[in-house]
């Protein structure tokens, strides 16, 4: 059964990390959270949060940050946290195709916990320039996927090690929140924010440099 939202605050934005184990979501959590990358591997057991003020093209925001555990036995205790929140960041690995072809059935949960969840995916681990799947194997599992595009893409590399592109997807996602604002409040009545033409906005409002 679907739950009823819990109303944030003016400002304050939910955000949940998903996505199969090890695929650095932890990690991008401590990176945005504390500013701080620790190399070793212990697998997130339920679910962590935290905030982080945060001021944006001179607003401040407060940023509540949920960080789930990917692995399959910890399924249900993650699937009873989307409600938390309003925004996802879906997170796969660059270096691991199962954890790409598991986005779908990741999508399929938060669905049946969400309508219309409002959902970034990050490729993490982009640092590993080598080892990286190919961008072809990656627009095919995300090519029909309703997510929020990034100046025409369908998906952000980050790496939560040397922190490339963790605060810029803060950002982005602080600038889906005004848009579905500004769409509440009836400011946006005659150009409804669609997926495709926020990537258009994003790219003209030169987003996050
Ligand atoms: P669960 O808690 O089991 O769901 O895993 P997780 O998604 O939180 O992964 P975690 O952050 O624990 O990272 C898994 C492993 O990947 C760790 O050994 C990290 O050091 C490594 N890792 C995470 N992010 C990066 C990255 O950006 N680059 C590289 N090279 N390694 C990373």
Same mark, same amino acid.
């Given at each position: ?21 090890? /695929?650095?979501?932890?990690s991008i959590f401590k990176r945005?959270?504390?500013? %701080? ?7 997130? @057991?339920? @679910? ?8 944006? %093209? ?6 509540? =940050?949920? !960080? ?11 699937? &009873?946290?989307?409600?938390? &929140?309003?925004?996802?960041? @879906? =997170? ?8 790409? !072809?598991?986005?779908?059935?990741? +999508? ?7 309508? #219309?969840? %409002?959902?970034?995916? +990050? ?17 095919? /599992?995300?090519? #029909? +996927? !309703? ?10 590399? =980050? ?17 889906v929140f005004n848009n579905d ?7 946006? #009545?005659?150009?409804? +924010? ?16």
């Amino acid at each position: 059964m679907k739950k009823e939202n819990i109303k944030p605050k003016k400002n304050e934005i939910k955000i949940l990390l998903l996505g199969d184990t090890g /695929v650095g979501k932890t990690s991008i959590f401590k990176r945005y959270l504390e500013n %701080k990358y620790e190399g070793n591997k212990t697998a997130t @057991v339920g @679910v962590d949060f935290s905030t982080r003020d945060f001021k944006y %093209k001179n607003e401040n925001y407060i940023i509540q =940050v949920f !960080d789930t555990a990917g692995q399959e036995r910890f399924k249900g205790i993650t699937k &009873s946290y989307f409600h938390m &929140s309003e925004y996802y960041f @879906v =997170v796969f690995d660059l270096t691991n195709k199962n954890s790409l !072809d598991a986005i779908p059935s990741w +999508l399929e949960l938060l669905k049946e916990e969400k309508e #219309n969840p %409002k959902y970034i995916i +990050l490729g993490n681990k982009d640092d590993l320039k080598n080892k990286q799947i190919s961008e072809d194997e990656i627009n095919n /599992v995300l090519e #029909n +996927l !309703d997510n929020i595009n990034i100046n025409g893409e369908k998906f952000l590399r =980050v790496s939560a090690k040397n922190g490339n592109n963790i605060e810029n997807a803060f950002k982005y996602m602080i600038d889906v929140f005004n848009n579905d604002n500004n769409e509440n409040k009836g400011e946006n #009545n005659n150009a409804k +924010l669609t997926k495709s033409n926020l990537q258009k906005k994003n790219s003209n409002a030169k987003c996050c440099k």
